[in-house]
């Protein structure tokens, strides 16, 4: 099995700065992709930042040159840095991760999910 844990949300003022973490465990073999999502209420989950095993990076234009996504491959982490945030960011984030895993006596791949976090930006 695996889980994935997120941390970092909570409330901030226009202009200020958030990291989300997002820290995958379980019987991984390797992490293809990392991904961040955010979700208002009745809209879709859209796609925020990217990570590929190699560090190849992709930002949503909302949030390029704000928003930086890095990680950290031996801890299976993956961190979001939100600066200049603005209340149009305010969202559920959740953390997606594309990887390789233990099963039985071979391996599968999938899509795993974090249980999202709050981020609320309001004065």
């Known amino acids: 099995q695996v889980q994935l844990a997120e941390s970092g949300g909570g409330l901030v003022q226009p202009g200020g700065s958030l990291r989300l973490s997002c820290s995958a465990s379980g019987s991984i073999l390797k992490i293809n992709v990392m991904r961040w999502y955010r979700q208002t209420p009745g809209k879709h989950r859209e796609l925020v930042a990217s990570i590929t095993d190699n560090g190849s990076v992709n930002y949503d234009d909302s949030v390029r040159g704000r928003f930086t996504i890095s990680s950290d491959n031996a801890k299976n982490t993956v961190y979001l840095q939100m600066n200049s945030l603005k209340p149009e960011d305010t969202a559920v984030y959740y953390c997606?991760?594309?990887?390789?895993?233990?099963?039985?006596?071979?391996?599968?791949?999938?899509?795993?999910w974090g249980q999202g976090t709050q981020v609320t930006v309001s004065s």
């Open positions: 997606n991760v594309n990887l390789n895993r233990e099963y039985g006596s071979t391996w599968s791949r999938g899509d795993y």
